[in-house]
């Protein structure tokens, strides 16, 4: 089993007197800041002079220009979109660099696919959340904590794994556990996710819509039934509290026979040479390859498939019902008014 810390496990003095910069004020930015300097640790922030410096500003943060920091802070977190810290880094970060400055990711991507390659004597680290940033500051504030992997590139002497359990630490990761990971696992069982499950999710979820409008059912009734009822994400919390499996006892004799003969039948040959294609796209970086040109040609093939996604009879019908959407967003205490 992989090695997962616990605060107890982490000391964070091996942040003392160092600089923490933090580029990026944006979901996991905002949160990590935040959580830093409830720790104890007061970053200096970096932006853009747009909104999200004023966010920052609000939240009672000096910012400065993000090569400022660059050029001030001992260790960085990188927290801007992986599709642009490429650029960034190579015009406001790789030229205030020095030996025995830390570069952290909250992400694998770019180290991965080396997009970005630091220089010699930069320890490369990686504090990477499972979790959307407003919910690591609200865990953070509830003192719960929330899963994390963290990784160390070339690290013989374990001093930059230190620091990232340290800084997991401080972001309240540890409260939970913080896992000894990679870049490359934690890019592979991201992006997996994105072009496997997901969209294999996704995909069914349509077809179920497809067919059974195709019935004679009404296209309402299936949209409330597929996940508009919530039963999607009681089944889902299930999961956690009952057990992948466990949860099924949750359905009738019935439910359980029809779920458990015919979840076989759903992956055959050909969508098995799917997910191998897959994982290949991923490990190999051919999807990376492909999304960059995408990205340099302005985006084209994204709009279409979007305005395809949002032309789907599933996307009218749930138009159609958005009070009953306003009715299931509201906690259940709250839905009797
Ligand atoms: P956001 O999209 O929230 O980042 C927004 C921030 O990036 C803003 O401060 C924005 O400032 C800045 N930014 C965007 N474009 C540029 C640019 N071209 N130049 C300079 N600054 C720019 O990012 P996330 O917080 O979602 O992601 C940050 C990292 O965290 C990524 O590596 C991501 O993979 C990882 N991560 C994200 C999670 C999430 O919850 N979303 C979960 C776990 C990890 P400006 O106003 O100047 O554009």
């Not at 990971?181 to 997996?192: A, G, P, Q």
Request: proline share 5%.
């Amino acid at each position: 089993m992989a090695r997962m810390y616990r605060d107890e496990d982490v000391d964070m003095g091996v942040l003392a007197g160092r600089r923490i910069g933090i580029v990026g004020y944006g979901n996991q930015g905002q949160a990590q800041a935040l959580n830093l300097r409830d720790s104890g640790f007061v970053p200096l922030v970096g932006n853009r002079d747009d909104a999200y410096a004023s966010r920052a500003a609000a939240d009672g943060f000096a910012v400065r220009p993000i090569a400022e920091v660059a050029e001030a802070a001992d260790i960085i977190l990188f927290l801007i979109p992986d599709e642009v810290q490429p650029q960034v880094y190579q015009e406001q970060i790789r030229p205030h660099l020095r030996p025995g400055d830390v570069l952290c990711f909250a992400s694998g991507y770019n180290i991965y696919y080396r997009a970005i390659v630091p220089p010699e004597g930069v320890r490369t680290i990686m504090v990477a959340p499972r979790m959307i940033g407003r919910a690591v500051r609200n865990l953070y504030q509830q003192q719960l904590g929330f899963p994390c992997l963290v990784a160390g590139e070339n690290d013989p002497d374990g001093g930059a794994m230190r620091i990232a359990l340290a800084l997991a630490k401080a972001i309240g990761a540890t409260r939970f556990g913080a896992f000894e990971s990679s870049f490359r696992e934690e890019t592979v069982i991201d992006l997996f996710a994105e072009q496997m499950l997901w969209p294999g999710i996704v995909k069914l979820c349509l077809l179920y819509f497809e067919k059974l409008v195709a019935n004679g059912c009404d296209p309402e009734i299936v949209t409330t039934e597929l996940h508009l009822s919530g039963e999607f994400v009681e089944i889902a919390k299930a999961m956690i509290t009952h057990g992948f499996f466990g949860q099924l006892k949750l359905h009738s004799q019935t439910s359980q026979y029809g779920q458990l003969s015919r979840a076989d039948r759903m992956a055959p040959p050909e969508l098995l040479a799917q997910v191998d294609r897959a994982i290949d796209e991923v490990v190999s970086g051919r999807f990376h390859t492909e999304w960059v040109r995408e990205q340099q040609a302005g985006k084209p093939k994204m709009r279409e498939l979007w305005q395809q996604a949002l032309e789907h009879p599933l996307a009218k019908s749930e138009a159609k019902l958005q009070a009953l959407r306003e009715i299931v967003a509201r906690p259940c205490e709250d839905r009797s008014q």
